[in-house]
């Protein structure tokens, strides 16, 4: 059975790609978001810096989170159970994120309704947090993926996870964590630097140059405890890719070898380009970044966070989510997907929607080209 011609299989690997992009557009396009709200109390010192640092993301910030959305509805409609066990299994850890997230629009909507400059600290505070606090849960989760989670399915196929919140703060999961904290903080120093003059824009470029070189020196870290600290999982059955969508169908194991998750870089050589991506690219934004080159610095970090993200995809294929108490269990590409029927519809909406998506973002940020100043906050009452 095909739909317009693609097989199961390819369905699903496209999916599996378009999942990767969405998440990459999120962390580039809202990650920068996320980066300036957590060097907000760094890099202004005055009332006046607050204003101009929040108005550099104040008109784009909320279709930023357009992306987040995108990813979420993918993993609910092109893949239930990675959506059923990851976010009940991740419950605490999602309801934190997203209780960060939800401080954003409140302190953005509220921060400047009120004279008072306590008032305006106090929100100040709730953007810090909820900048940093969305950008190290994601990491923490993202290194929990790669030591797989404990769940398990009974024979109705009903999920049982047997972790805890605080078992998911181990020291790789935290490791993890940071590399997003720190290659976030570098990219929304970039925005700054690009849209910013004077002092906020040193300041910027002096910790986002920090920030891109703990990136750098963190992802090399957690590279080297993957290739000698973690065996990775294996499918050990014969693996089907266009068969139902039943991880009980299957058997895998976790390894017995450190490494294991290198071996898709020996087997697709060009995955290679990933990591290099994230090193490189986060070098590149530190040196951007002491040159001021705040356009340049924003793609050399916006490539890094790509790579970085991109090389725990290609590392963990096919694997989505692997048990660590059941690894029969583990939800793959190839058992874990809605119908082809469904796959290949919503493949249709996509190929619809997300090309007026990509084009009406390039449209508004060509609208919003040019440096924030304070001139333009004061003759602008939408100014935040």
Known sequence: M?????????????????????LVGWAVMDGFDLGVGTLLPFVARNDEERRLVINTVGPVWEGNQVWLVLGGGAIFAAWPPLYAVSFSGFYLAVFAMLFGLILRP??????SKMPSQRWRDNWDRVLFVGGLLPGL????????????????FDDSMRIFYTGSFFGLLNPFALV???ISVAMLVAHGASMLVLKTDGPVAERAARYGSVAAVASFLLFGLAGLWVAFGLPGYQITSQVVTDGPSNPLL????????AGGWLRNYSSMPLT????????????????LLRARRGGLAFLASGASIAGIILTVGFAIFPFFLPSSSQPSASLTVWDASSSHLTLGI?????????PIIIAYTTWVYRVLKGKTTVEEMGDNPNAY
Do not use: C, Q, S
């Not at 739909?3 to 999942?19: A, E, N, Q």
């Not at 409140?106 to 921060?111: D, M, N, P, Q, T």
């Not at 299957?250 to 070898?257: D, I, N």
């Open 2 to 22: 095909e739909f317009l011609g693609l097989d199961y299989t390819t369905l699903r690997v496209i999916w599996w790609l378009l999942l990767g992009i969405l």
């Open 106 to 111: 409140v302190g953005f909507k509220y921060r």
């Open 137 to 152: 849960i994601a990491g923490v989760a993202v290194g929990n993926v790669l030591l797989g989670v404990p769940y398990h």
């Open 176 to 178: 993890a964590g940071l």
């Open 250 to 257: 299957k058997t895998a194991e976790l390894g017995t070898v």
């Open 272 to 287: 290679a380009l990933a990591p290099i991506a994230g090193l490189v690219g986060a070098l590149a934004a530190a040196v």
């Open 346 to 354: 919503m493949l249709l909406a996509t190929a619809i929607f997300l």
